[in-house]
């Protein structure tokens, strides 16, 4: 089947009214792009017609980094509109709860199917967040407040097999590359390390991010892009933020040439997508903890992060997230955590930190945050995410071409550069081949019920 055209509709306007998004300095910002573009002239690619318009659904890593490539690939001297629904706001699903982990690599360290284009267009959209973020004067001196911890990460094995594996040669980048450190040198940098097998993989350009941070930081960035592009007399770039619910995608499909939908582990509970997305939902707990202000010791500023059966992502010298609980086909999509679901997390991960951190002890528990994942199929070439175009799936007959960006798993922040960039660049030509095969196979497969 040849893939869809990408259709060009006559301008409408939307069937609610516009909504002032609910995330501080962007309320007035979007208002002051709606107004002024609707107050200029009408253009299409600059030849006279209407505005492009995209709707992205969702303002988690997946949505805001489509919502980020919609603007900076569009063609030059074309004006172009781009909307981002989020119910919750920015980083309000699985994004914004995220341990913010970030390497191109497996649990047994081998470097990830197309593992360098994953972190290239990661870091690329990392940097910009950064460069907007520090435009604003709020990148913070201090170590709590940063956006990125660049500290590097350290995987020690727990057993003789997991150690046979993370031996095994492997291939790495040179942007992210490996070491092999023994038990001295792995405890240099984590003093009170255990170090069960005596020796530990250290990734020492692996980050470490504040995931809301980050995300705010990237909205503030599409912004900046869509403000600078339209200061040119030829050009015009409009982004808005509306925090509204979308039940379906019939209610937006007159008023958008195309739709991108990045709702996470909710992109199924649309109703023309139901049963139709081979996607399984796992819920996640992160306990946070903190190191007591009358404890004199802290957690030093280059030691790295810890992978082994659970993880410890250190963002601060007294500030700890210890992750994450798997609770397969759950469908609880709170980001709260009663108490007793944090204390049967706790069980669970206490544990597995104190194996490899016994310091754990010392720090005090302050609250938990959970998520969902949206887990897609395993495949030849690992767990990846979901993407296409959709107007097959749903049988539709509308003029606007729906895609999707779902199944971003475990590994949503490496995965939401490309993934992002690749279906802007396929919604714009509306051509889905722009979308390597691999990713978009998955329409062939039965959605799990
Ligand atoms: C506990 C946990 C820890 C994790 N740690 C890491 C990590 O360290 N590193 C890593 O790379 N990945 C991690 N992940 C995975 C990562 O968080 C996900 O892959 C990623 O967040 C998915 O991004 P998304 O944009 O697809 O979905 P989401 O972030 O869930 O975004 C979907 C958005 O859509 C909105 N929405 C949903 N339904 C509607 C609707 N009907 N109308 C309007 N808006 C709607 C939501 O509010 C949400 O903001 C973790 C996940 C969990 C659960």
Redesign the pocket.
């Known amino acids: 089947m040849p893939p869809p055209r990408c259709p060009r509709l006559p301008s409408s306007l939307p069937p609610w009214p516009r909504l002032l998004p609910t995330l501080g300095s962007c309320s007035r910002r979007a208002v002051t792009s709606s107004a002024a573009s609707s107050s200029s002239p009408a253009g299409c690619h600059g030849n006279g017609g209407r505005p492009l318009r995209y709707a992205v ?8 980094s489509v919502a980020w490539h919609l603007l900076k690939h569009s063609p030059k001297n074309s004006r172009v509109t781009v909307d981002v ?18 390497h191109p690599y497996s649990p047994k360290v081998k470097l990830l199917w197309r593992g360098a284009e994953f972190w290239k267009e990661c870091m690329d959209l990392l940097r910009s967040a950064e460069q907007a973020n520090g435009a604003t004067g709020s990148d913070g001196t201090s170590e709590d407040e940063a956006l990125i911890w660049r500290r590097g990460i350290l995987r020690p094995p727990t057993t003789e097999k997991a150690a046979d594996i993370l031996l095994e040669s492997q291939s790495c980048l040179q942007s992210c590359s490996l070491q092999v450190l023994d038990s001295d040198a792995a405890q240099h940098l984590i003093p009170g390390l255990c170090v069960p097998l005596k020796f530990a993989v250290y990734m020492p350009l692996a980050l470490n991010i504040n ?1 809301k941070k980050y995300l705010q930081a990237l909205f503030l960035a599409c912004q900046n892009m869509a403000d600078e592009a339209s200061t040119s007399p030829s050009e015009e770039r409009e982004f808005n933020m509306y925090h ?4 379906n995608l019939q209610q937006l499909s007159g008023d958008y040439d195309s739709v991108i939908i ?6 199924s ?2 109703p023309e997508l139901a049963n139709k997305l081979p996607l399984r939902t ?5 306990a946070e903890f903190q190191l007591p202000s009358d404890t004199v010791e802290k957690y030093g500023s280059q030691s790295p992060s810890i992978l082994s059966d659970a ?1 410890l ?1 250190f963002q601060g010298p007294r500030t700890v997230s210890v ?3 798997w609770q397969w086909k759950s469908d609880n999509h709170a980001s709260t955590v009663s108490d007793e679901e944090a204390a049967t997390a706790m069980e669970e991960l206490l544990p597995k930190a104190s194996a490899v951190y016994p310091g754990i002890s010392k720090w005090d528990y302050i609250r938990a ?6 887990m897609p199929p395993l495949t030849a070439n690992g767990s990846l995410p979901l993407l296409g175009c959709l107007n097959d799936v749903i049988g539709t007959r509308s003029n606007c071409a729906f895609w999707l ?12 550069g490309l993934v992002g960039k690749l279906t802007a660049k396929a919604a714009i030509s509306g051509d889905e081949n722009m979308i390597p095969s691999e990713f978009t196979c998955w329409k062939t497969i039965k959605a799990s019920k």
């Open positions: 659904l969702g303002a988690g890593f997946a949505g805001l629904y989020d119910e919750n706001g920015v980083g309000g699903g699985a994004s914004g709860v995220s341990g913010g982990l970030l995931p509204k619910r979308i039940d990045c709702l996470g582990a909710n992109a509970s649309l796992c819920r996640g707990v992160i993880w992502a992750g994450s609980t945050r959970a998520g969902i994942r949206a960006v779902g199944g971003l798993g475990a590994r949503g922040l490496l995965y939401h």
